[in-house]
């Protein structure tokens, strides 16, 4: 497979990934990003403290509340929103770098966060991922060992709400094998990749199709050839 969709003639895109906490969007983020070299991924930037084992513009650009505040007043996000007293949201910046290598964007957002994209962007394709049960969705959130039980109960609210706008979107993936995940949102990827309107350079290969089978046609003896 050729490095970026510009060798494919593909005008590159937003690929949304959007689920409840828990419900495995930033592990199938990752996954793609492994697979794929036509895709890179947008690191968002966020008011909460560090985690273990995170690091600065790998997993998220830590920024204070004033300085994230500042960004949004200089407009410099595609999208921001506030979940469980932080700040979250993708950088124009880091968008334009993606988009200008060529590469399919992966943005891992909220269904807020992802309702901006759709407006500002819409050619940008959303996926949500559904986990395959409440009972797995607990089951992830108390494995992760890094919240509290009222934390956890708060995100289980939030997932609730979250899970109405999963008809917003444009695809569905039910996150219950994480290998088949992938599989079915690299699916979705090579799908859209192949829209007539995403095809940057249709037209100047269709006339390069039709010019060499004038040329045939001619060379066979069939000078009448449709123009």
């Keep these: 497979m050729p490095g970026t969709a510009r060798e494919l003639g593909v005008a590159p895109f937003l690929l949304v990934l959007s689920s409840p906490s828990g419900g495995g969007k930033s592990t199938i983020a990752r996954h793609l990003l492994d ?9 968002s930037a966020t ?17 204070s509340r004033s300085e994230f505040e500042r960004r949004v007043a200089a407009d410099e996000f595609a999208e921001w929103a ?14 334009e770098r ?8 992966v943005l891992d957002i909220e269904v807020a966060g992802a309702r901006q994209v759709r407006k ?7 996926v949500f991922v559904l986990p395959p049960s409440a009972s797995e969705l607990i089951h ?18 939030i997932a609730s709400q979250e899970l109405m706008a999963a008809a917003e979107y444009d695809y569905v993936v039910v996150n219950d094998d994480v290998v088949e995940a992938v599989a079915q949102v690299a699916a979705i990827l090579d799908v859209e ?5 995403r095809i940057a ?7 390069n199709l039709r010019k060499d089978l004038t040329g045939l046609s001619e060379r066979l003896g069939g000078s009448d050839a449709p123009a």
Excluded at 82 to 95: A, I, K
């Design 82 to 95: 506030e979940y469980e007293g932080n700040l979250y949201g993708t950088l124009r910046s880091e968008v």
């Design 140 to 157: 992830r959130l108390t494995g992760r060992n890094t919240e509290p039980k009222d934390a956890i109960a708060r995100r289980l609210a």
């Design 120 to 126: 500002r962007f819409p050619d940008s394709v959303q």
């Design 201 to 207: 350079n249709l037209n100047v290969v269709i006339d």
């Design 47 to 63: 008011t909460r403290g560090k985690r273990p084992g995170e690091e600065e513009g790998r997993h998220y650009h830590f920024l």
């Design 98 to 105: 993606g988009l200008g290598s060529g590469r399919h964007v």
């Design 193 to 197: 990749a192949r829209r007539v309107r």
């Design 35 to 43: 697979a794929r070299e036509d895709v890179t991924y947008s690191v």
